[in-house]
């Protein structure tokens, strides 16, 4: 590793994985530590949090678990006022929590469609409320959200809530890339196409996906790619590596698709 964030601190809210194997949060967790960083690990699950950070424990990193439902303004409050005991600043915000619902207008409920637009936007808008005043005070900062290429465009069934939610993403990272540029401070998105990680498997057991088959499902989402095989974690990882680095410091207020070019596809 060439610790391309040796001594920056990195809050990465969704730090945990729902299932067995590696989601994106608690790929990004991992990699930042072995980049050097000291990183915060949040998730509304304790459990999970506290995985992610022995795996970063035991690699010889640097990691605290915090729990923190982000949908909450006083739990994230919370966090920050338990963040600021330890540590005087934060380098790097990480935003990675989100759900998805399939369905259009007429089949999701309005409380699911509160639900997750509290989760994937309400979260960031609060992450960044509390995190900004830190990062101007240091007089630097990067921000990475992690929002979707359904924030872009369709994806071959219906997700309004999911997409909505991810194209208002885009929208806040960019006003706040532009807003708070000239106080160094850098924001940008990572969009994911199909990516095979625990998430895509838990939304089949729980019967929110489109399929109740995991097979039929695995097999449907890797025909979609040009490659024939879905992106992983890690590629989420690498892409946020990047932007969260001093290597991207004039990139600011982007979308990085991670897709493996189906967004470069007709139809």
């Known amino acids: 590793m060439s ?12 730090a945990g994985s729902i299932g067995p194997g590696w989601g ?6 991992v990699l930042y530590a072995r980049e050097g960083a000291k990183v915060i690990a949040c998730d509304i699950n304790m459990d999970a949090a506290i995985e992610t950070t022995d795996i970063i424990k ?23 006022r338990k963040i600021l005991k330890h540590y005087d600043r934060i380098d790097v915000l990480h935003s990675n929590v989100g759900i998805v619902e399939v369905g259009g207008p007429e089949e999701i409920s309005v409380e699911s469609w509160d639900k997750l637009i509290d989760t994937n936007v309400k979260s960031l808008f609060l992450l960044t409320k509390y995190c900004l005043p830190i990062m101007i005070k240091n007089g630097k900062g ?10 872009e465009r369709y994806l071959g069934y219906p997700s ?7 194209g208002a993403v885009n929208q806040v990272i960019q006003n706040i890339a532009v807003q708070y540029a000239n106080k160094n ?3 940008n998105c990572v969009l994911p196409g199909l990516m095979d990680t625990p998430q895509i498997r838990y939304y089949v057991k729980s019967g929110y996906s489109a399929s109740n088959d995991e097979k039929v499902m695995i097999k449907k989402r890797k025909s979609m790619c040009p490659s024939g095989e879905m992106g992983n974690a890690w590629d989420v990882a690498y892409a946020s590596l990047f932007l969260a680095s001093d290597e991207a410091r004039y990139i600011t207020g982007q979308k990085l698709i991670v897709d493996g070019g189906i967004s470069s596809q007709i139809g």
């Open 3 to 14: 610790k391309r964030m040796e001594n920056k601190v990195v809050l990465v809210s969704g």
């Open 185 to 187: 401070i850098r924001a």
């Open 142 to 151: 990067s921000i990475i959200a992690i929002s979707s290429i359904a924030g």
């Open 58 to 80: 035991k690699e010889g990193g640097e990691a605290t678990p915090l729990q923190c439902d982000v949908s909450k303004a006083e739990s994230v409050s919370r966090l920050f």
């Open 160 to 166: 309004l809530s999911y997409s909505a939610s991810k």
């Open 24 to 29: 994106n949060g608690k790929a990004c967790s």
